[in-house]
């Protein structure tokens, strides 16, 4: 036994000096962060393609060519810039561009809700919005959350847009599902229709070492599995009966929302890249974010929109420790 101890002390203590290493070095990588103020930030991306294409000009035209057309371009400006005062308000529909980079705990659903409570007091009949989606799933509750904030742009009727470039699995997928539109790259993943519970369980190791394990719980079902704890069939059997409710209300999003989907061929927990994606109807068109705004930008006044939230140096290391773990 104190054989066992020991190893378990020195164990700890590996342990403990790893989780202060990796804190230390994220605390590190994310202070850089620290000084910025919370708040929304607006970024008028037509000027910004604008201003890049002008800089590319002068590189490979020269002075003599570029300076004329940039110098039309700042006149093209003012006078926008002075019909948008005289009408109070943009002179083309605006597409919003929202982006949300996901994690296990969807943390990024709280600047989310700022970002859509923001366009909705401004939005007008017309507008759309496009939510650039990066998101391999997680915790349900907290991708649902995020979920019901783009069926809020829905709900008041703007038409959503949700554009998938790397990855919209499971949880992140959840989300894709109420857009009016979903739009993949063609390697995007796609899919991921399914839920997962699992635990590791330490009971024979510890029954072997001579350690009890007590748990006390009011409910029958308050703990279904344990991790220490010696686990029963009707436990078992009550997790997976709820990880089944779990699959029929995500089917049920999907059904709602992608009625023509096959959801006996979809649900099957597998994720497709964006061309097979397309063939079962997960999305409804191969195209990039970056081709879809050059295309809108040419009759929408394009505005990308960001809640920037401070969070305190706890919440940024532990973040970062999930982000780096997730990876």
Known sequence: MSEFFAAYGLFLAQLATFILLLVIAIALLTARRRGHSEGLVVEHLNRKFEDSADGLKLAIEGKGHAKKAIKARQKARKREDKARGKEGGATKPRLF??????????????????????????AKQGD????????????????????????????????????????????????????????????????????????????RLLEEKGVDFEQITAGRYKRTLTMFGENTEEGREKLREQVEDIHELFKSQIREHRPQVDLDRVATGEHWYGVRALELKLVDELKTSDDFLREAAKDHDLYHITYKRRRAWQERVLGGAESLLTR
């Open 97 to 122: 561009v929202l982006d949300f980079k996901g994690d296990i705990r969807a943390s990024a659903a709280a600047s989310l809700r700022e970002e859509v409570s923001a366009v909705l007091r401004v």
């Open 128 to 203: 759309q919005v496009l939510v650039r989606l990066e998101n391999s799933g997680g915790t349900v509750h907290e991708h649902g959350f995020a979920a019901s904030q783009l069926t809020r742009l829905k709900r008041h009727g703007l038409e959503l847009v949700v554009a998938v470039d790397k990855v919209a699995a499971s949880g992140g997928y959840l989300m894709a599902c109420v857009a009016d539109r979903i739009i993949a790259a063609p390697f995007a993943i796609v899919g991921s229709i399914g839920v997962l519970a699992q635990m590791p369980n330490f009971h």
